[in-house]
């Protein structure tokens, strides 16, 4: 059987979200796993944060959890003069605190939590990232994008994530780059890739009056290549265009090189509630004649195509009227580590409510997807690849009876001697770095540099993540 070119992994931890790697599946599959609903984390209930807050940002900074979100109690146009940003902290990234920044006076007051006000239309849809490249200056340590089509999109950048100034007065994505009709009406992001060794922003425009999404690059965050539209596939066909609302993109913190999407899927005119139950939870008028939920994808370095490896949601609308109406279930962006074996997304719901607010869920440490087999066996066998490392550890959880086999095969397909699935010590048990081992135990590293492909056996088994690693 012929492999062609391996695939250097390195020791970079490979997810099972996508086929990047997979030859060849018998009797397994991948599976999606849904977040687990952990519940409200944080209210807005301020006089300048209101029914209308979203286009939410969490990041994760050294020991502090910083959130930013959009504060609008009454509906209008977007980019309005009103809309100001809002920032809270948490330790923890569960329990959040809203300090009075002492900032911007709002509503005759400074005792408040906004970080960026009288600033329209950035306010619309400001959307901070940590800067992460090498060399950053301390006053540009974090950095965003705001801004519509009349603006274009403007970038900023603080020393400490809550004085910000524009980095430039011009727009750094200009609206004359944008070859479609209507765009930047929602958050656009952008993060350092460690991988491209750029900044990208992804950004949302509209092509034949769908809601999409368009990649570019930079490496200075000021002067950014031409938009390419993002394609969808699944598995080895396309995916269906969707209204795509907010995309979310971001390198997974646990493996960068991975760029997940926990996207907002729009579906306008697809009216659930009647007049009556709307009236009943005191939706604004306009907002309830759509529905949305959250969907996974995935994207890798240089790639315009994003995998729809799953088209179901991956998060459900929750029970109840409240969480059908439009524009709500929108996902923050980031996922961030909130305990040693758990990650967290969080949610804008209830949204035109009073009881607007931010909803917590959580997952397992990569457990977005699992390669899975059923209790008669399956296996999945990897694509040709050279590693670095001197042992293998996978993040995986089996049943009492299951278990996870392993074994190393040359370039031909044939196991390599003392790697065999006979010779494989079977893994039982659920962790989150399991060192694999064979009879004469669980080093690698004469294998390191050749290529091979990996063949996992599983039995009511679920492999979440592998890496090899010094």
């Known amino acids: 059987m012929s492999w ?10 490979e997810l099972m979200v996508d086929l990047e790697l997979i030859e060849s599946l018998k009797n397994a599959d991948l599976v999606m796993h849904q977040p687990v609903d952990e519940g409200s984390v944080l209210t807005f209930e301020k006089p300048w944060e209101g029914r209308f807050c979203g286009y939410a940002t969490v990041i994760r900074d050294g020991d502090i959890y910083r959130l930013y979100y959009r504060g609008n109690p009454e509906a209008g146009k977007d980019g309005d003069k009103d809309e100001v940003y809002c920032y809270a902290e948490s330790k923890d990234g569960i329990n959040w605190t809203k300090p009075n920044l002492g ?25 901070p990232m940590l800067d992460t ?10 950095k965003a994008l705001g801004g519509t089509k009349d603006s274009g999109l403007v970038a900023l950048v603080s020393a400490d994530g809550k004085n910000w100034k524009k980095l430039s007065e011009e727009a750094v994505i ?12 929602s958050q656009n992001v952008a993060f350092w890739s460690e991988s491209e060794k750029k900044y990208l922003s992804f950004f949302r425009v509209f092509q034949n009056k769908i809601r999409r999404i368009c990649r570019t690059t930079s490496d200075d965050f000021i002067h950014w290549s031409e938009p390419e539209l993002m394609e969808y596939r699944h598995r080895e066909g396309e995916a269906p265009i969707e209204h795509l609302y907010t995309n979310q993109t971001h390198p997974y913190f646990r493996a960068p090189h991975i760029y997940l999407s926990v996207a907002a899927r729009f579906i306008p ?23 949305s939920d959250a969907i996974f994808m995935s994207t890798r370095p240089g790639s315009s195509v994003y995998q729809r490896t799953f088209l179901s949601s991956f998060v459900r609308p929750g029970i109840g009227a409240r969480n059908w109406v439009s524009r709500t279930n929108y996902p923050a962006l ?47 066998i990897t694509r040709s690849l050279t590693f670095n490392g001197k042992e293998l550890a996978i993040n995986f959880s089996t049943s009492a009876a299951g ?65 090899f690693s010094k």
């Open 403 to 467: 278990g996870i086999r392993l074994e190393i095969q040359d370039a031909e397909g044939k196991a390599i001697p003392g790697y065999s699935l006979e010779d494989s010590q079977e893994q039982i048990g659920n962790e989150i770095a399991r060192v694999v081992s064979w009879k004469s135990g669980s080093d690698v590293s004469s294998l390191a540099g050749k290529p091979v492909r990996l063949r996992f056996a599983l039995k009511d088994a679920d492999l979440y993540s592998f890496k």
């Open 334 to 380: 980031n996922v961030v580590q909130t305990g040693p074996t758990e990650m967290s997304v969080y949610l804008n719901q209830d949204y035109a409510q009073t009881t607007a607010h931010l909803h917590r869920y959580s997952m397992r440490l990569d457990g977005f997807s699992s390669l899975q087999g059923n209790f008669s066996g399956g296996e999945m």
């Open 174 to 185: 200009p609206s004359s780059m944008v070859p479609y009709p209507y765009y930047f009406d």
């Open 269 to 291: 005119g697809r009216q659930v509630l009647t007049d009556e139950q709307a009236k009943a939870i005191d939706v604004n008028p306009g907002y309830f004649k759509d529905t």
């Open 103 to 127: 900032q911007y006076e709002i509503n005759g007051t400074k005792e408040n939590n906004v970080v960026l006000a009288n600033s329209a239309p950035i306010t619309h849809n400001f959307s």
């Open 4 to 13: 062609g070119e391996p695939v250097a992994i390195g020791d970079r931890r």
């Open 133 to 142: 490249r090498p060399g950053v200056p301390a006053s540009e340590r974090f």
